[in-house]
């Protein structure tokens, strides 16, 4: 039976890559649907070979706090300079890749439709950090919630997509639903760390009251500040959230 269905899921995924072409999330050209490896037509990538090797992730030391790489000369700190000056209200964020290597991929991701990115974003976020997620207790997978009218002028949240594909593949749970994004805050870019958080005083709700987690993962797309983050993780503080983690695809250095 079990079989079956994956035969069945599998095909229903060529015929949609059929007529909607995957494209790869580096170069964004389409990516084969199939291959030929070894003497055998195989199902072709997500990513062209050639274009795997452009994304650098995330790795050498990193902040205990925030997961952000360490400039040379903070190698032997625990925390990056940020998280020294400021505390945060989760317990330890990861990221997977170094934001400018791949900043591109995540503008399509957003803003140009590339949902299909995200198949490529959860292999290789499983691949490198899934046996430590499962490992943390995690009950529960809260992508970073998206005002309602932005959602829908846009057609979906890339958080929420992105935590879709990895509750698949960790065998998590995601639950969208239980926060809210009540105030439509203006844009974060340009913003310094004390604007960013007025901006979003007030701008989450945690709108489900019957359900209450011991321990979730938050995740959104970018980490610059952590502004964003922290005010979802404050007020899930709030209802008795024991532990708090935090995962985005990419993430900044210490400036
Ligand atoms: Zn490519
Ligand atoms: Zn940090």
């Not at 330890?92 to 591109?104: A, D, Q, V, W």
């Amino acid at each position: 039976m079990w079989t079956e269905n994956k035969e069945l899921k599998e095909m229903s995924e060529i015929v949609f890559d059929l007529f909607f072409p995957r494209r790869c999330p580096i170069c964004d050209d389409i990516v084969p649907l199939f291959t030929y490896s070894k003497g055998k037509i195989v199902r072709g990538g997500l990513i062209h070979r050639e274009c795997a090797q452009k994304p650098r992730l995330v790795k050498g030391a990193t902040c205990m706090k925030c997961g952000k790489p360490l400039i040379k000369t903070e190698e032997d700190e625990e925390y990056c300079l940020d998280c020294k000056k400021h505390g945060h209200y989760f317990d330890r964020g990861f990221s997977l890749f170094e934001y400018r290597s791949i900043s591109g991929s995540i503008y399509r991701f957003k803003y140009e439709g590339r949902r299909e990115y995200s198949d490529y974003y959860a292999d290789i976020t499983a691949k490198r950090l899934g046996k430590r997620l499962k490992n943390l207790g995690i009950e529960a997978i809260i992508p970073v919630p998206m005002y309602d009218r932005k959602r829908s002028d846009r057609g979906y949240n890339q958080a929420e997509v992105y935590s879709e594909k990895l509750s698949e593949r960790l065998g998590i749970p995601t639950c969208p639903d239980v926060i809210k994004r009540v105030k439509s805050t203006v844009p974060m870019k340009g913003l310094d760390a004390r604007a960013r958080r007025n901006n979003l005083k007030k701008a989450f709700n945690i709108v489900r009251n019957d359900v209450k987690f011991k321990c979730i993962l938050i995740i959104d797309d970018i980490y610059t500040t952590g502004s964003t983050v922290d005010e979802i993780a404050h007020e899930f503080r709030m209802t008795g959230t024991d532990r708090i983690y935090v995962l985005t695809l990419a993430i900044g250095q210490t400036t």
